[in-house]
């Protein structure tokens, strides 16, 4: 028996994304105040998408507990559609995009941390909602993907639903740079035009094999669970 219920993790969670996206969002800095606001940070996207996802996770929680016992097939019916939204979330947003905010930001930090985090932004940022922004997203995924087995969706669909973000970020970052003048991102602006289509191309396949390495973790940690419960019964 787990020592703390998954239903009290996911609540637990959803709290802290409240609670950074709000201290976040408190920040007066002037990267808020031009064209884009915080959208057009992929930080700030992956949380509000963390956020949605443990409150889908959390809905059919307490959603579980009210039908438990019903006899409604209507009522199961929604719950599964809900189940079967809050999977595709996982494999297709959650997982890969969180994977993909903690690998880049931390890689690129330890490399040059102006290229991505200049110093100038300790002085609105403290470290605590640095960590809760760029650290604790990964654990907390993967604590959900051991408390609950999420269904996958053919490999081609779920890679062909990531590009469509991936590339989709890349389009929106490109017309902030053409509204306004200036890259989202330091690194960009450091590198020549033939660099950054490679860079676009190589995060796209980034982020493509955090998919596919989430659909084999998924698998290996209920195999694996599956087996030991065979073994033992």
């Not at 494999?91 to 905010?101: D, S």
């Not at 269904?151 to 590009?163: E, I, K, M």
Request: aromatic share 16%; with cysteine.
């Amino acid at each position: 028996m787990a020592l703390i219920p998954s239903q009290v993790l996911r609540v637990a969670i959803l709290l802290s994304y409240f609670s950074i996206l709000c201290h976040y969002k408190a920040l007066d800095m002037p990267a808020h105040q031009t064209y884009g606001g915080s959208w057009k940070f992929l930080t700030f996207i992956d949380l509000v998408i963390q956020a949605v996802f443990f409150a889908l996770c959390v809905l059919i929680d307490v959603s579980s507990l009210l039908t438990k016992g019903a006899d409604s097939m209507e009522q199961e019916r929604q719950l599964r559609k809900l189940i079967g939204l809050r999977d595709w979330m996982m494999a297709v947003l959650a997982f890969p995009v969180g994977a993909f905010v903690v690998f880049t930001f931390w890689s690129l930090y330890l490399y040059d941390r102006e290229l991505v985090y200049p110093r100038l932004l300790d002085n609105f940022i403290p470290q605590w909602l640095n960590h809760g922004m760029h650290t604790t997203v990964l654990p907390f995924i993967i604590i959900e993907m051991r408390t609950t087995r999420h269904r996958y969706p053919s490999r081609s669909w779920g890679l062909a639903a990531v590009c469509c973000f991936g590339i989709g970020y890349i389009l929106w970052t490109c017309w902030v740079q053409q509204v306004t003048g200036v890259w989202v991102y330091p690194v960009l602006e450091r590198i020549t035009p033939l660099a950054r289509i490679l860079f676009f191309s190589a995060m796209t396949v980034v982020i493509c094999v955090f998919y596919t390495l989430g659909e084999i973790l998924n698998t290996y940690i209920w195999d694996q669970a599956h087996t030991g419960k065979v073994k033992g019964e």
